[in-house]
């Protein structure tokens, strides 16, 4: 039996975790690899739209990662702090995914570019988490700097803020305001002669 992901148009901050169940290292390389048409992973993802084959994910939400590569960190440290999974979403999961010693591909919401898509993974795609991105948190702090005080006026239209001129700028105007002065000086003086 296969899994089956209905995916929402605006579906955001999920990824999704799929082990790639081939025995052995070439089969891995030869499924990874870059060849003409379709890559592999994607097409084994058997990703369909409401309307019509769906061929267009986005491979920089697509991601194949060793975790024998990862060291101390593990998939699981792996998916907290570079995926911004919240620790107490993988914790119940932390011992099955460090103990995964085979490629993994890990899929991004924005992977399915803003479209609705079923996903129905085959093998040698074998389903193993969904989990959640924590939103990035705002602060609703009042800022204490001077220039963050102020008023917000009910009504009438704000001036618009003319830019200050550059002070090379009023610099060169000066001289040139000078170098005028001083021409029409030595201008008089020449005449005079």
């Known amino acids: 039996m296969s899994d089956r992901f209905e995916i929402s148009a605006h579906e955001a901050e999920v990824v999704r975790l799929f082990l790639i169940d081939l025995p052995e ?6 499924f990874l690899e870059d060849a003409e048409g379709d890559w592999p992973p994607i097409v084994t993802l058997n990703a369909t ?10 491979r920089r939400y697509m991601e194949v990662v060793n975790p024998r590569d990862l060291d101390e960190l593990g998939l699981s440290g792996l998916l907290i702090e570079g995926y911004g999974i919240a620790e107490e979403e993988v914790a119940p999961l932390r011992s099955h995914l460090d103990s995964i010693q085979e490629r993994v591909l890990i899929v ?6 803003g479209q609705a898509v079923t996903v129905e ?7 193993i988490a969904t989990l959640r991105q924590e ?7 009042q800022l204490h700097v001077a220039t963050a005080q102020g008023q917000a006026s009910a009504g009438g239209t704000a001036e618009p803020v ?10 060169t105007l000066v001289l040139m305001v000078l170098a005028a002065i001083i021409a029409i000086v030595l201008g008089f003086s020449g005449a005079g002669k």
């Open 25 to 30: 290292e070439a089969q891995r390389r030869e």
């Open 49 to 58: 739209s409401v309307s019509a084959p769906f061929t267009r994910m986005d």
């Open 108 to 113: 991004g919401s924005r992977a399915f570019s």
């Open 121 to 127: 993974p085959r093998a040698p795609l074998r389903w």
């Open 135 to 141: 939103s990035p948190r705002s602060t609703m702090e």
């Open 162 to 171: 003319k830019p200050a001129l550059p002070m090379v700028l009023k610099v």
